[in-house]
């Protein structure tokens, strides 16, 4: 094994990891070898992502404040002369073998299949930078140290961003890292979704130890890139995030998102016509509630909008959404308007060590997606007040897209086992099946971890 590992590891994951993630990724070089013979290697790696704070706020160009996770998904590479892409999974039953030829414009497989992440990053790569080589693949996801999936914790984006990566590398492409989030946003787009830049930016521009607080509003430099402003927070010591995972992903809703990204659409519409320049929900932050609310409609639909002289089909742009969705603009827009405060209020409340203010603003965050956003649900429910009576649990939300998921909890050190002993018999006994719960720790944004032979 070569002499730098220790360094990189402990770089990437912290001195306590190294040992495990060197057997790790010891064992994914074993794979690459059986799945592809002797020869040269290359670790890229993108981590999962915790979103501490500012939910559906990215795709109104709003605040957020994620850190990347210590669970991650490794890509084994080795580049290729022509333009395929082979790519298998060391989790073979699950993800079946895939192969497809880069282009600017890649046949997506069947709608949920593995490999159509790889494939929008290679198509969106390929039309910004021209024709591109491929790479033998084979990736590392599986429990424990994978990302989790399904758990709003950004998995598929960690597939993306790693494929991105691993194409940047073997093109030996120039982009700065906030360009390449940028980029693996649109790219995600390809799966049908209409998510925002929070993963992505999380996971390549995040470091271990911190929160990024960003900014989703971009500005246009001298070059026509737009770029995002970003600043660390550091995460308080004497205190731990823990993540539970209610292993419940209502998929009879994914249309849902889509709907509130429309929602958040029309209501800037419906804003624009009383506030001049509004084009997102963002422009009107620095408004006072109470100026906004009386023009955003309780209840309303693509029919009324119309009547009332909005251009529906120009704000939703490519979103489809069914005429008779009943769209809730005043609470969507409430929900986005007081989650921007929260967001600051929280980077302020972390860089100044009020732990306790930090817990108060979770709930306030959790409320506010169950009432007015209306992205969670019954057995995230459970689970969260399970983790609230707990002793030392400073406050807790639905993290990620909704309707399942994970929820965070802020708790002070030291209660994190009666925390687990409370709360998964409870949970079981209420859902059926155990929560997986674990401590939260964060590593290095996602980028080439090792080269090496195997
Ligand atoms: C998903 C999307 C993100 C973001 C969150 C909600 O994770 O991928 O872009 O919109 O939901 O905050």
Known sequence: MASGWTERLAEIYGE????????????????????YGPGPVVICR??????????????????CLPAPLDRDILLLIRPRADHEVSLANIEAERFPPQRFTLSEAIPPAAPGDWGNYTRGAGQKLWQLFGPLRGFDGLVVGRPPHGVPRGAGVSSSTAL???SAIALVYVNS???????LAHICSEAEW???????????????????????????????????????????????DGYSLILADSRVHHTHTTGGYNVRVAECRLGAACLASHFPDVRTLRDVQHLPWTELAPHLPEETTLDELTAMGIDVAEWLGDLQISRD???????????????????LDSVAAWRRGDADAVGRLLNASHESLRDDYE????????LRDLLLSVDGVLGARIVGGGWGGCVVALVEAGCEDILFDRVTPGYEKATGHPPDLFACKTSAGAGVAIETEC
């Open 375 to 382: 992205v969670s649900c019954s057995e995230i429910e459970v």
């Open 16 to 35: 306590e990891a190294v040992e495990v993630q060197r057997a790790r990724y010891e064992e994914a070089l074993d794979a690459f070898h059986d799945a």
């Open 325 to 343: 969705t009943r769209l809730k603009l005043r609470a969507r827009c409430r929900h986005v308007h007081s989650e921007n405060q929260r967001v």
């Open 160 to 162: 993306t961003v790693a």
């Open 46 to 63: 993108c981590p999962g992502r915790v979103n501490l704070i500012g939910e559906h706020t990215d795709y109104n160009q709003g605040f």
């Open 173 to 179: 492409l120039d982009v700065p890292a906030d360009r």
């Open 190 to 236: 390809y799966v049908g979704t209409r998510g925002g830049i929070l993963d992505q930016f999380a996971t390549i521009l995040g470091r271990q130890g911190h929160a990024l607080f960003l900014d989703c509003r971009p500005e246009v430099d001298e070059e026509g890139y737009q770029r995002f402003h970003t600043e660390l927070v550091p995460l308080l």
